[in-house]
């Protein structure tokens, strides 16, 4: 068996000399002082390469236009094993990269390691830098969701503002700051297409380049032994490697990457916001008002850009040791406090956004369509902590049975009978009272008789605001006038898309005195506790159109 | 290829010990990339083999009136039904190759032929259906009589309610209905 596994392997390197060029490029000979520090490149390339992966991934069940592409990507999550891992892969995958890229160059950047003669794998590097960049801002749009949407609005703007280019810039994107279509299909293409090559070939460039000129030697290390680069050097870039592999996965598996809702252009509730490592640039158009915005918006990344492609060329002293580097850890410093600065400010000016908007549309959503009444349900259902007793589908002991099981439910009457006085229609039962109204009972009625084993876990995702709204909703007798979901009545217009027609602030105004809005208006003023004047906006906002 | 076999450098200390460090390394470099390669792979094997979990589409749908169907007279009825298809749902065109019999049961063959699927046709004069493609024969039952076709004549599940013709999903004989 060996024998005939040594003999294809001699013919195969003899035919294509592979082993040979393996070992030459294993055994290449490193600086003594080479260590941990210089993993960062291997850790990128190995980042990089998972993009790649997970990219086809996606791409292979993805449809690349506007609309399809969201309900493609709900497809991957919801419905294919693994899809959701996947997408978790390429979004983490793609924040850890640009932490790693930047860690790389910080390195190289400290150590002085772009001099002579490495200037130009240096500026390869500022250019795959930009790459990494241009892959984050294509790729935000590609999901077609709210957040992809108005964060590529945001940025498109950015671009149309430069002076001179900005008409050919928001050209070259697509449209005058309006993003479509064409915008989409650009950024796609830019995305899977024109990147990944240029990207597989610069890397190619830089990796040669390094090879070329060898790793970056310290002061000191000429007197010392050279080592070889396997296996000492491969297992730590192996290590590092498979340290950021766990963090990735990890990520990708516990934090989940929700889908909001599909892009609404005429959403004007969204808050746009960036990437968080894009959030600094985003700030720093705070800092200059007015004409000056295009200070921060083109002239410093500009600025930053050239001050990146210059290093090399401005600092041309020999290699120094690292403790005489201390203009290059002053700098390094300086955009550190700089960009956690704005990062921060970032942060914590973001007002916080609508809890629909919050609404992870990679759930199922059957609980937006439950009636006002249904919904109330819900918050009984939680008020009441039914749910110590009794489980939905999830299995599990518990002491009262499965609700979502049909034979449990019977008829509403039996039900109201059975939460007023357990015992007296279930002699022997130690289930409790349930001291609701009758209203409440109702609903909590109607809501369990929607249950049935196939969306109780959907109908359980039903978040605390929609629950709470629609409770207030009830409270309020609201379906005495509007319509909800089709339930209720027609006095008043229908509750459903009223997100379209009107603003939070109106509406909310509107509650209080609505003639001041409407002078025909029948409907009574409500004055409601502020918290459940915004529960209750939130719910109405969130209904399906 | 593999590195653990190549030649020790020149010049390196070739003691035992140096190559029991060694194998521990090389050990241990592809132990780590044999686990990344696993996590990657495994995932990426189902995400592309298993069935998505689509809600099942298997609605029955009006294909006509029983009361204009024929006796034991194959007919071609079409109808239009929703698929699934990946991220979309459908309405589609299909047909049915229908027989009524004297008792009033229907049977409702699916269109295409089960060797390659090109779609067949009732030969009135011989009473059969035939497959233009292989020549494959079959029965107004379904057999096959002649030709490649490895099955009978896959059916939809069919039923009647008033004097509507319902069907429902298509199955291969042979395939049990739940």
């Not at chain 1, 290059?328 to 956690?340: Q, R």
Request: proline residues 7%.
């Amino acid at each position: 068996m060996k024998r005939r596994l040594d003999a294809v392997l001699g013919w195969l390197e003899h035919r294509t000399g592979i082993r040979t060029v393996t070992q030459r490029f294993l055994y290449e000979e490193i600086p003594a002082s080479s260590g941990w520090r210089q993993v960062f490149g291997s850790v990128a390339l190995f980042l990089f390469l998972v993009q790649f992966f997970t990219g086809v991934m996606l791409a292979i069940n993805y449809a690349p236009t506007p609309g399809d592409a969201y309900n493609s990507l709900r497809y991957i999550l919801m419905e294919l094993t693994a899809g959701r891992l996947m997408r978790g892969l390429h979004h983490w995958g793609a924040s850890m990269l640009v932490v790693v890229v930047v860690l790389h160059m910080v390195q190289v950047f400290v150590y002085g390691a772009y001099k002579k003669p490495r200037e130009v794998t240096w500026l390869i590097g500022v250019a795959l830098l930009l790459l990494t960049f241009t892959y984050a801002l294509t790729g935000y749009l590609l999901p077609w969701d709210n957040r992809a949407y108005w964060g590529t609005v945001v940025a498109t703007q950015i671009a149309g503002q430069a002076p001179l280019l900005g008409p050919y810039m928001s050209r070259l994107l697509g449209g005058s700051g309006a993003v479509g279509v064409v915008t989409f299909a650009r950024f796609y293409g830019l995305h899977v297409l024109l990147l990944p090559p240029t990207t597989l070939l610069l890397i190619g460039v830089h990796v040669f380049l390094v090879r070329k000129h060898g790793v970056a030697p310290i002061p000191g290390d000429e007197r010392l032994p050279k080592k070889p680069f396997f296996p000492g050097q491969v297992l730590r870039d192996t290590a590092a490697i498979f340290v950021a592999f766990a963090a990735l996965f990890t990520l990708a598996v516990a934090v989940r990457v929700p889908l909001e809702q599909l892009a609404d252009p005429s959403d004007t509730t969204y808050i746009p916001r960036p990437e968080w490592y894009f959030l600094f640039l985003f700030q720093s158009l705070k800092l200059f008002p007015g004409s000056l915005e295009v200070v921060a918006s083109v002239g410093l990344p500009t600025l930053t850009v050239l001050t990146l492609v210059l290093v090399p060329f401005i600092d041309r002293q020999k290699m120094v040791h690292l403790t005489r580097r201390t203009v290059a850890f002053g700098m390094v410093t300086l955009a550190l406090i700089g960009w956690t600065g704005l990062t921060a400010a970032a942060i914590l000016s973001t007002p916080a956004g609508s809890a629909w908007a919050a609404v992870d549309y990679s759930l199922p959503t059957d609980w937006m369509s439950l009636s006002p009444e249904e919904m109330a349900g819900v918050a009984y259902f939680r008020q009441e902590n039914c749910a110590s007793c009794h489980s939905l589908g999830e299995g599990g002991a518990k002491a009262g049975p499965d609700l979502t099981q049909v034979s449990v439910h019977r008829n509403a009457a039996w039900m109201i009978d059975h939460f007023r006085q357990p015992s007296a229609v279930r002699p022997g039962t130690s289930m409790p009272p349930v001291q609701l109204s009758d209203e409440q009972l109702n609903s909590l009625a109607a809501f369990l008789l929607k249950l049935t084993p196939r969306n109780s876990l959907a109908l359980r995702q039903a978040p605390e605001f929609a629950a709470r709204g629609a409770m207030i909703y009830q409270e309020q007798r609201c379906g005495a006038c509007h319509a909800v979901n089709g339930v209720g009545a027609r006095f008043g217009p229908p509750l459903n898309g009223l997100a379209k027609r009107r603003s939070r602030s109106w509406v909310e105004q509107h509650f209080a005195d609505p003639r001041k809005f409407e002078p025909q208006s029948t409907m009574p003023p409500y004055r409601l506790p502020s918290s459940d004047m915004r529960t209750l906006s939130a719910y109405l906002f969130g209904l399906p159109d | 290829m593999d590195p653990t076999h190549a030649k020790p450098r020149p010049g390196a200390a070739a003691t035992s010990n140096n190559n029991t460090r060694r194998g521990f390394l090389v050990g241990a470099i592809y132990s780590l990339w044999g686990l990344i390669g696993t996590a990657l792979s495994a995932p990426a094997i189902a995400y592309l083999l298993k069935a998505p979990r689509s809600p099942q589409t298997g609605n029955w749908v009006e294909a006509g009136d029983i009361a204009k169907l024929p006796q034991d007279q194959p007919i071609e009825l079409v109808f239009r039904r929703e698929r699934k298809d990946g991220w979309k749902v459908i309405s589609e065109k299909k047909t049915a190759w229908v027989i009524r019999s004297a008792d009033n049961r229907i049977v409702a063959f699916g269109p295409q032929c089960t060797h390659l699927g090109c779609a067949y046709h009732f030969e009135e004069d011989a009473g059969k259906f035939l497959c233009p493609c292989h020549n494959s024969l079959f029965s107004t039952e379904g057999r096959v009589l002649t030709g490649p076709a490895p099955r009978p004549l896959d059916r939809y599940e069919a039923k009647i309610e008033g004097s509507k013709l319902l069907l429902g999903r298509l199955r291969q004989s042979g395939e049990r209905s739940v």
